[in-house]
């Protein structure tokens, strides 16, 4: 629907963004650069995200003025902390442990950066867990993958169907995208 004069690219690996931008009716590329994602100890909630996408972005050093490049970052905060993805069994479960019976935010940001110009938004979305016992969390350790997810869980996979009560916000932002952000950032630069 949209007709934007660049090229975009997709600075992401991540199925679930790719499939957002084609839902959208996009065309794009995919580029990952490696990108060490630290950011500042200070930063707090919203502002993390924010920081690894311009973060991704810079790591772009070769983008040309036809280019539209799109960079994102999602994280799971709770107890005035971020909650990491997991890279271990243990992990993953000390972290649903942690969320379960309470709710977190999840803070998603995007950025456009173009030669001239750089845009970055972010969306945060409330999620309520259950209580959830530990035989449920273990069945979602051993049957699906926490380990490439922000705080150890996907909304969109059994424990989330399970597991989660409510949510207040976008359940793409939670999914890793606000696609509806996306969107109106896009809508400026096709009007120009």
Known sequence: MLKIPYSLILAS?????QQFLKELGLDFTVKVR???????????????????SRLKAAAFTDLQVNELLITGDTIVWFDQKVIEKPTTPE????????????????????????????????????????????????????????YDKAGGYGIQEW????????IEG???????????????????????
């Open 34 to 52: 490696s990108v060490n994602e630290i950011f500042p100890p200070e930063l707090q909630g919203e502002e993390i995200p924010l920081y690894l």
């Open 159 to 166: 424990i989330g169907a399970i597991g989660v009560s409510k």
């Open 13 to 17: 690996a991540s199925p679930r963004r």
């Open 91 to 146: 992990e993953a479960f000390t972290m649903l442990k942690q969320l379960s019976g309470n709710c977190h935010t999840v803070y998603s940001s995007v950025c456009l950066t173009t030669t001239q110009t750089q845009k970055a938004l972010c969306d945060s979305t409330q999620v309520w867990f259950k209580p959830l016992s530990d035989r449920e969390i273990d069945y979602y350790i051993n049957h699906f993958n926490p």
């Open 170 to 192: 976008s359940y793409n932002t939670v999914m890793g995208l606000p696609t509806h952000i996306l969107y109106e950032m896009l809508r400026e630069y096709a009007n120009r």
